[in-house]
């Protein structure tokens, strides 16, 4: 079983920063992609930024600039570094990983338990 848990959220002025981290556990043979998704009250889940194993990276054209993706193969944790945050950033969270658990597994898509990141004054 593989598990992925999110920690950093919380509850910050605009303009201030956060990190959060996703670490996957559990039955793991390789990670492939890794993301952070969002979603706000209302609204649909949407993709924020994405990793490949190799550290090629997109973003969302609202976060462009301000959000930073890496990860660490060695640890299976992907983070998202967030500055100059926006009170329209204010959203849970999710970490998103496509993980082979075994040799003779298929990738399949996990995804954490969410985190929730406010940005108000």
């Known amino acids: 079983q593989v598990q992925l848990v999110e920690s950093g959220g919380g509850l910050v002025q605009p303009g201030g920063s956060l990190r959060l981290s996703c670490a996957a556990s559990?039955?793991?043979?390789?990670?492939?992609?890794m993301a952070w998704y969002r979603q706000a009250p209302g609204k649909q889940r949407e993709l924020v930024a994405k990793i490949t194993r190799g550290g090629s990276t997109r973003y969302a054209a609202s976060v462009k600039g301000r959000f930073t993706i890496s990860r660490d193969n060695a640890k299976n944790t992907v983070y998202l570094q967030m500055n100059s945050l926006k009170p329209e950033d204010t959203a849970v969270y999710y970490c998103?990983?496509?993980?082979?658990?075994?040799?003779?597994?298929?990738?399949?898509?996990?995804w954490g338990q969410g985190t929730q990141v406010t940005v108000s004054s």
């Open positions: 559990g039955s793991i043979f390789l990670v492939n992609d």
């Open positions: 998103n990983a496509d993980v082979r658990p075994t040799l003779f597994s298929d990738y399949d898509l996990y």
